[in-house]
């Protein structure tokens, strides 16, 4: 059986889900993002993540979604930069994947079980051992049953591990002993999508996270994998519970309304979403702001 030490290395500690600004006309504000993946890089950050949930990347089209992996490529400066790549028909997705081949500094390609169809284990090893064999780039499967509908059970990610290029997942499930197993079999790197469960997962092994809320607060989420990693939970454990308030506001309402809210007032950019999605509300923009306040307390005090 493998080992830990065996799962991807790459795949390790915190990744930034970016969102991805707009301007007022709605048109992706480049500038804006050069910036913030610049500020997420400063910041001491793993890796970054484009175009995935938290970037609305279901209301870009895909000439936007490749506009966007370019900015954040190019303002990396060698940062590893995964790609979400996303769909239900399986030769359009094909295509996506085989395009990232024109960018060989892509660390990985985000893929998630398509959703709508809600396919058999069989339908989903297939998906993605199709998509593994055609990606230039390793894959980390994305589950989060809640947006596609389908579940991978244990026994189909265990199956999964065994394809060369399968090398991570971004667990959204929160089934427990199904990522106690993954991390016991040690050949997958498990990586928590679920901000709330940062401390949980990495206390049990997993190797880090892909989150949305350490968009604030970076150098403090960075703080809490480094210790987690280094088995360091009482410390771990202290400055966990001073960010879990931030992780559950910014969940309140649908991602990433919040943060676009917060990144706003901050001026990072403006707080423009694409239809469907709205803008937080009021009350909890504020409720945000009185977080962002307490956290800057907090951090002048340490």
Known sequence: MATLASAEPRFRGLWIALVTPFLDDGSVDHIALAALTERMRSAGVSGLVACGSTGEAAALSK????????????????????????GYHLGQTLEQVQALAAYPQLAGVLVPAPHYIRPS?????????????????????????YRTGAVLAADTLLSLARHPRIVAIKDCGGDMAKIQALIAD????????????????MALGGAGAIAASAHWQTERFVELVRLLEAGHLPQARRLWHGLLPWVQACFAEPNPAPLKAVLAHAGWMRNVLRAPMMPASLALAERLQGLVAEGELRQRIS
Do not use: C, K
Request: negative net charge; glycine residues 8%; aromatic residues 6%.
């Open 63 to 86: 000439a936007e979604q490749l506009q966007v992996l370019e900015t954040v490529l190019q303002a990396a400066q060698g940062l590893p930069v995964v790609m979400g790549v996303s």
């Open 121 to 145: 284990q069989d339908g989903l090893l297939h998906w993605f051992n199709a998509i593994a064999d055609a990606s230039p780039a390793p894959i980390i499967v994305y589950d989060i049953p």
């Open 186 to 201: 040690g050949r997958l790197a498990v990586l928590t999508g679920e901000d709330a469960q940062i401390f949980s997962t």
